[in-house]
């Protein structure tokens, strides 16, 4: 005796009848009004099959009952019949409308009642199993499969196919949280169900395609090879349609693809690959979907013996100061040097920064070598102190992740005070797009380290949105303009390059801020910056960054 039916039932007499009747077959639960059924109901969820209820009840009555379990998701699958004496049909549209499963007529007939409530426990069951094989296999938001159904299916449609290439594609919207938080979740649940929709419509055209839903704004489809043109394209449908389904919000959409080339290999190993591809497009507009390349593949194990090897790097010192001169563009004199940092491995040798920073501040390592790098510089100074060099003053870099230690500004100004070193011979690079992460905090930090004297430089100045915005409230001292993102020299945009380099320069002068250019390569530049009146000048042309010997040899003579 398995099953467990509710009787909710103000009449003592007909709470009896209704026992009697079923007790045979069922285990019977009795409560006087729909408040007592509902605590049954919350207290033993998952053991009740059924619930027979009468509609006029003292306290909560029938109706009432009906809303409550009608509002409760968790009941959902716990089927309610409703007993009545009344036959009119407005009373029975209400009870259908609260979600109630059927109705048996008082007098009651044993008969009837014994096969009313087998037959909706019976319905009901079956339709738990068919939502449990339903949410097996498809996604309960958009009505597409799953993954594991999308594995299964893709795998059956590339042996059906064996003279056919295959593609897989990994679809997601950039930054798909902002557009949560913008319009609610419930409109985001929207959208995800759009985009199912716009894959559904790829069938209209190609037969041989499987696609699913990953997990939140993912997507993944698999269909026969097409060149780049092709993917352009419908990557290009996609924006259109999602720019059409919302105006109010550039939806942007990334995609990345993989072609299979060894079709016994595991699927979601081929949907990591194409997702690896679709990391490339960081939410560029321009080039919104990328091609998986083995390159990728060995850049991640890479990054991965990178961080394995950082620690181990840092005790063996393997991470070395070089210095970049700086020079006065008016007489060519050196003032200064930039200190970048090397890694030099014992198998791999020199890994340039460009590898490793960046997977540095992913996980947040950055901080500990910025730091290793700021102590060396400050006893490089000291040693040039102490041998009675008057030295020209070094700046180092700091990576916009380390701008969230929040002790940073003592950090920099204990170690000044370690060292015994004047705070003017150590100066600061901080990267224009770190200014817009976490705006007041960075402002009062870098007023603060202002005040204990450091240089304020502003590295990549232009090489972001917020360049003028950012000179308004930020106060630096001096910027930074990176030549490698003005265009070649002899290129179509070369004029209006120049024209924007030239302004910068007199914007930044009638602000009181000197301009160093850096990444000057040719003499071209060299000239050019000259005549706008730029003041100093790093790169190639003038000397690559140097061992620290090298540099003492040309600084100090
Ligand atoms: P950055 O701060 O913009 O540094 C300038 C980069 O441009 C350096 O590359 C430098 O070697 C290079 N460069 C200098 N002159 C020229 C030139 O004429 N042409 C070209 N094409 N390049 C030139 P590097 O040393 O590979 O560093 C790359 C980036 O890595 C740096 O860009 C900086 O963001 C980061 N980085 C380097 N050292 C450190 C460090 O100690 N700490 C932190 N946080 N970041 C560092
Ligand atoms: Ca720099
Ligand atoms: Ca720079």
Same mark, same amino acid.
């Given at each position: 005796m398995g099953n467990t039916v509710l009787i909710v039932e103000d009449n003592e007499i007909n709470r009896m009848l209704l026992t009697t009747i079923l007790e045979d077959d069922y285990q019977v639960l009795e409560a006087c009004n729909g408040r007592e059924a509902l605590d049954i109901l919350r207290e033993s969820k998952n053991t009740i099959s059924a619930v027979i209820t009468d509609?006029?009840? #003292? =306290?909560?009555d029938g109706y009432q009952f009906l809303e409550a379990y009608s509002s409760? #998701? =968790?009941?959902?699958?716990i089927p309610v019949i409703v007993s009545t004496s009344q036959s009119d049909s407005e009373s029975e549209v209400k009870c259908l409308g609260y979600g109630a499963w059927d109705f048996i007529k008082k007098p009651y007939n044993a008969q009837i009642i014994r096969f009313r409530v087998k037959n909706v426990i019976e319905r009901s069951e079956l339709y738990v199993l068919r939502k449990l094989r339903y949410q097996e296999q498809f996604?309960?938001?958009?009505?597409i499969y799953i993954q594991n159904m999308f594995v299964h299916q893709t795998k059956k449609m590339l042996k059906e196919n064996p003279d056919t290439e295959f593609m897989i594609l990994h679809f997601d919207i950039y930054q798909f949280q902002v557009y949560n938080s913008v319009f609610g979740r419930r409109e985001g649940d929207k959208l995800l169900r759009h985009i199912a929709d716009m894959l559904r419509k790829l069938s209209g055209y190609e037969e041989r395609v499987t696609y699913c839903r990953i997990e939140a704004d993912v997507f993944c489809i698999c269909m026969p090879a097409k060149d780049s043109e092709f993917i352009q394209k419908m990557m290009d449908e996609f924006q259109k349609d999602l720019q059409a389904y919302q105006r109010d919000y550039n939806i942007l959409s990334n995609m990345g693809v993989f072609y299979i080339?060894?079709?016994?290999?595991?699927i979601p190993g081929m949907i990591d690959h194409a997702k690896l591809a679709s990391?490339?497009?960081?939410?560029?507009y321009i080039q919104n979907y990328h091609i998986y390349t083995e390159q990728m593949g060995k850049d991640i194990q890479e990054a991965q013996s990178i961080v394995s090897d950082m620690e181990k790097a840092m005790k063996e010192e393997q991470f070395v100061l070089y210095l970049q001169p700086k020079y006065?563009?008016?007489?060519?004199?050196l003032r200064g040097a930039e200190v970048l940092v090397r890694w030099i491995t014992p198998d791999k040798g020199m890994v340039s920064p460009g590898k490793f920073i960046p997977v540095f501040e992913k996980n947040g390592l950055i901080m500990k070598l910025d730091y290793y790098i700021w102590e060396k510089s400050c006893r490089l100074i000291r040693s040039w102190l102490d041998r009675g060099i008057e030295p020209f003053p070094i700046s180092v870099n700091i990576s916009r992740v380390s701008?969230?230690?929040?002790?940073i500004v003592e950090e920099i100004h204990e170690l000044t005070v370690k060292y015994d070193?004047?705070?003017?011979?150590f100066q600061l690079e901080l990267t224009?797009?770190?200014?817009?992460?976490?705006q007041d905090a960075i402002k009062k930090a870098m007023r603060q380290l202002q005040k204990y004297g450091h240089t304020i430089l502003m590295d990549?100045?232009?090489?972001?949105?917020?360049s003028l915005n950012v000179l308004k409230d930020i106060s630096v001292d001096v910027l930074k303009l990176d030549m490698k993102f003005m265009s070649a020299p002899?290129?179509?945009?070369q004029k209006r390059s120049e024209s924007i380099v030239a302004n910068v320069i007199r914007l930044a002068k009638d602000l009181d801020l000197p301009v160093i250019a850096e990444g000057v390569e040719e003499k071209e530049q060299v000239e050019f910056l000259s005549s706008v009146g730029c003041e100093y000048v790093q790169g190639y042309y003038f000397a690559?960054?140097?061992?620290v010997e090298e540099y003492e040899k040309l600084a100090f003579v």
């Open positions: 509609l006029i009840m #003292p =306290e909560m409760s #998701p =968790e009941f959902v699958n996604d309960t938001l958009t009505g080339e060894d079709r016994d290999a595991s990391r490339e497009c960081k939410g560029s006065g563009l008016a007489k060519y004199r701008m969230y230690n929040p002790r070193i004047p705070p003017e011979l224009e797009s770190a200014y817009t992460d976490n990549d100045f232009g090489s972001g949105y917020s002899g290129s179509e945009n690559k960054p140097m061992p």
